[in-house]
């Protein structure tokens, strides 16, 4: 599933309809969490939203999500960040109306090269961008966990008391 989260103060109708468009054509679940919808803000068609969760909820989806997709607000980078989940981010702009200024700019700047963290320069970038991280999720599967399986522990044991 991917959970699309965009704060909950204003709409941030870019992302959303990007979101919705990349859903129309794909099988994965989304999920959107919208925030403050105003009378002509757009409502997605193709995933489920709403516009405000509980805290509970929230954290729920976000452990859930195979990827968040998010506004650059610190709120959610600091969730990706903790959950271990991978995050596309797309600052609104306030040239466009979308805040009263820059800094979510400079905020998707900051962590632009930070890992498990992506950021669509537009909303051209987002369908794409959507595309290749679960591509790269599915091939993840021959990487290392950090986690060691019962069986390897259990065979290291048993190799370990063999020697002593």
Request: charged share 25%; aromatic share 8%.
């Amino acid at each position: 599933m991917i959970f699309l989260t965009v704060g909950t103060q204003e709409p941030f109708d870019r992302l959303t309809k990007a979101v919705d468009a990349w859903a129309a054509t794909h099988d994965e679940p989304v999920f959107g969490q919208l925030g403050a919808l105003k009378p002509d803000s757009y409502r997605p068609t193709h995933f489920e939203w709403r516009e405000f969760i509980s805290a509970d909820e929230y954290q729920a989806k976000l452990e859930g999500c195979r990827l968040l997709v998010a506004h650059a607000g610190m709120g959610s980078i600091i969730s990706a960040l903790t959950w271990g989940k991978p995050l596309l981010m797309m600052a609104r702009r306030a040239t466009m109306g979308e805040h009263r200024n820059e800094h979510q700019r400079a905020t998707a700047e900051k962590f632009r090269e930070r890992a498990g963290i992506h950021v669509a320069s537009g909303e051209m970038d987002v369908g794409p961008m959507i595309d290749e991280l679960l591509a790269a999720e599915a091939n993840a599967g021959d990487a290392l966990s950090a986690e060691a399986s019962p069986d390897l522990i259990a065979t290291l044991r048993n190799f370990i008391h063999k020697l002593g």
